[in-house]
């Protein structure tokens, strides 16, 4: 009788997918890719602007001794690529490699009276740092009001950030960092932090 475990593997950097996706091939059955935002993201997105960047899989062998090899394995080819990811064991939750961590940092305009041009430039910028603190990722929404005018009459939803660590302690630094640059932006934007998976 066999052992199944199935697993997520996010990329950090999507370019990088085609070759995790061959090195996984090779350890797994019933592999599928899909852009990160219909696993993690509620913002409207358009699909055709970004790439897939998450991998569900699932790995079969004849025992758990096999299984554990098989898995170790993977991860060691995986770090030959020298890439940033995140392994995860998608029935229990439990990270398997350096990300431990995960948090959703909301940028909220409900202070800000006027939206000025480069805001939303700079947000992006902030989806995409990665620092010795741990990683970011968000997506650009399929709206955005424009910049340059008044806020008054306008919703203007809060732009997402999802940011892993390998740490508490590191998740935190890299919330107040990114906290800090959205106040760099403009000081009436307000973040707000929700963690993941604690």
């Known amino acids: 009788m066999s052992v ?18 061959d090195i996984i091939s090779r350890y797994a059955v019933d592999a599928k890719d899909t852009p990160s935002y ?3 993201g509620k913002q409207p997105i ?4 970004i790439s897939n ?5 699932q790995i079969v062998a004849e025992n758990d001794r096999i299984l ?45 009276k006027f939206l000025k041009k480069g805001t939303f430039k700079k947000i992006d910028d902030l989806k995409f740092i990665n620092t010795d603190f741990g990683y970011c990722k968000g997506f650009k929404p399929n709206f955005r009001p424009l ?20 740490s508490e302690e590191n998740l935190l630094k890299l919330r107040d960092y990114i906290s800090q640059k959205a106040l760099e932006i403009d000081p009436d934007m307000e973040t707000e932090f929700t963690w993941f998976f604690k």
């Not at 960047?53 to 899989?57: I, K, S, W």
């Not at 910049?147 to 390998?166: F, Q």
């Open 147 to 166: 910049e340059g005018k008044s806020t008054d009459e306008i919703e203007l939803l809060p732009e997402i950030i999802y940011i892993t660590s390998d």
């Open 68 to 112: 554990n090899k098989q898995v170790e394995n993977l991860i060691d080819e995986l770090d030959e690529l020298h890439i940033d990811y995140v392994l995860r064991d998608n029935d229990t939750g439990e990270f398997l490699v350096t990300v431990k961590y995960g948090a959703q940092v909301a940028i909220k305009f409900d202070n800000v």
């Open 46 to 49: 358009d699909s055709n602007q």
């Open 38 to 40: 219909m696993y993690f």
């Open 53 to 57: 960047d998450v991998l569900f899989f």
């Open 4 to 21: 199944k475990q199935n697993f997520i593997l996010g990329v950090i950097n999507s370019s990088k997918v085609s070759e995790v996706n």
